[in-house]
C-alpha cells in the first residue's frame, strides 16, 4: 500500500478530485466551477492537473454505472465521502487503464484512517468482479427518465448511441480566431444566413460564441443577454477575438427593448434542456429533469414570439437549441405566427436530418459534434 503519509503525485491529484466529488456529488456544486477553484489551490504538475481533471469529470460522468459496481458489496449504506471515495476508485478500476492494485492502494491511501480498510475491501471486490449490468440506464450512467425521453423521441437505436457517444470526451474544435466552438453551433451560424451589412439581433447570446462569428461576416450584432456578468461574458468574448461590431446589451428576450422591424435577422438560441452537450457537462445529466424540461419550453416560446416583431420584412428568424426533444423543437414551431414563411437551411452539406417540415437536427454521432436543432423562417 502507498505511504499515506508522504502520497505521491498521482495521489496528491487524486486527493484534489476526491474534494471536488464531494462538493460536485453532495452540495449540487457545478464541476467546472470546483474543479477550477481546487486546481488553482493545488500544486499539481501539469499532467497531474489533467489527470484530476479526468477522475473529476468521469467520475462525475459515470457516477450511477460506478454506484452499481460499488453497491454489489455494501451490506450498509455508506457516509457521502466514502461514498464518494468509492465512487472514485471504482471509476479508476472500470473505465481507466491504471492497474487494480495501484488504483485501489493510491484511492485507500487518500481515506480517513478509520475507513481504510473498509474501502480496501469494498475496491478489491470490485476489482476481482465483472459487471453484469441491469439495464442500459445503469450501463451508460443516465437517469431512467433521460432514456426513456430520448427513445420516444429519436426512437431506441438513435437514443442509445446518443447517449453512448456523449460519454466519450469531446473532440476541441478551435476557429481561427481562437475561440474554442463545437462545428454544430457553427452550422447554427450558418443557417442565420448573414451578409455583410446586416443588422442582427441575438437575443440569447452568451457566452458570445455565435454573435462572435456571426460578426466575422461584416454584419453589426446585437448580442442581449438578460443577466448582467453574462452580458459582460460575451463583451469580453467579443474584444477578444476582435469582434468589433458585436454590441452588447443587458435585456430581456422575452420583451426586447429594441426597434420592431428593423432586424435583417433575428437569432433565438434559447436556453434548453441541454442534452445535446452532456459531454462537456458531466454533471448536467444530474441536474436536469423531465419538469425541468417542461418550464423551458416555456420560456423558449415566450422568446419566439418576442422575437418576431423584430424582424423587417424580407428578413430571417432563426430558433436553435443544443438538444433534440420533440418539446423543445418542433412542438414550438406553432409560436411562429403566419407572417412567416418557413425556409429550409438544412440541405447544406448533409449536415442535418431533416425535421418536418423544414427545420434540422443533428445528433452526436452523426459528426462527432454535439447535438443541436435549427429552424428559419423568412418575414413576409
Request: hydrophobic residues 40%; neutral net charge; proline residues 5%.
Amino acid at each position: 500500500m502507498a505511504n499515506s503519509n508522504k502520497p505521491d503525485m498521482s495521489a496528491d491529484a487524486r486527493h484534489v478530485a476526491w474534494k471536488a466529488l464531494q462538493r460536485i456529488d453532495h452540495k449540487g456544486a457545478f464541476a467546472n466551477l470546483v474543479l477550477d477553484g481546487e486546481l488553482r489551490k493545488s500544486n499539481l504538475s501539469e499532467q497531474d492537473r489533467r489527470f484530476c481533471t479526468q477522475l473529476v469529470y468521469g467520475t462525475t460522468r459515470m457516477r450511477r454505472s460506478c454506484d452499481f459496481l460499488v453497491d454489489r458489496f455494501l451490506l450498509r449504506e455508506v457516509d457521502d465521502n466514502v461514498r464518494t471515495l468509492l465512487r472514485l476508485g471504482a471509476y479508476q478500476l472500470h473505465y481507466l487503464s491504471t492497474p487494480d492494485h495501484a488504483a485501489v492502494d493510491a484511492t485507500v491511501s487518500i481515506a480517513p484512517r478509520k475507513v481504510r480498510g473498509f474501502v480496501n475491501a469494498v475496491l478489491r471486490k470490485v476489482a476481482s468482479s465483472d459487471a453484469t449490468w441491469p439495464d442500459d440506464a445503469t450501463r451508460l450512467s443516465y437517469p431512467n427518465w433521460l432514456i426513456e425521453r430520448l427513445s420516444d423521441d429519436l426512437g431506441a437505436e438513435d437514443a442509445i448511441a446518443m447517449l453512448e457517444r456523449m460519454n466519450v470526451e469531446p473532440t476541441v474544435h478551435e476557429r481561427d480566431d481562437g475561440y474554442i466552438q463545437d462545428p454544430a453551433s457553427q452550422w447554427v451560424c450558418d443557417a442565420v444566413g448573414v451578409e455583410p451589412g446586416h443588422l442582427v439581433a441575438d437575443l440569447c447570446a452568451a457566452p458570445g460564441g455565435k454573435a462572435t462569428l456571426l460578426a466575422q461576416s461584416g454584419a453589426t450584432i446585437v448580442a442581449a443577454d438578460r443577466r448582467i456578468k453574462r452580458a459582460r461574458l460575451v463583451q469580453t468574448n467579443a474584444r477578444r477575438t476582435n469582434a468589433d461590431t458585436v454590441a452588447t446589451a443587458v435585456a430581456d428576450g422575452t420583451a426586447p427593448p429594441l426597434r420592431p422591424g428593423v432586424f435583417d435577422r433575428v437569432l433565438v438560441d434559447a436556453p434548453c434542456s441541454g442534452l445535446g452537450v452532456l459531454r462537456r457537462r458531466p454533471d448536467a445529466r444530474w441536474r436536469i429533469d423531465d419538469e425541468g424540461i417542461g418550464r423551458l419550453t416555456r420560456l423558449q416560446r415566450e422568446l419566439l414570439v418576442a422575437a418576431q416583431d423584430l424582424v423587417k420584412p424580407g428578413g430571417r428568424l432563426v430558433y436553435s437549441v443544443c438538444t433534440v426533444t420533440e418539446a423543445e423543437t418542433v412542438d414550438q414551431l406553432d409560436a411562429v405566427d403566419d407572417r412567416f414563411t418557413p425556409l429550409d437551411v438544412t440541405s447544406d452539406a448533409g449536415r442535418w436530418r431533416q425535421l418536418e417540415p423544414h427545420g434540422g437536427r443533428v445528433l452526436p454521432q452523426d459528426h462527432d459534434s454535439d447535438g443541436m436543432a435549427v429552424f428559419a423562417w423568412t418575414r413576409k
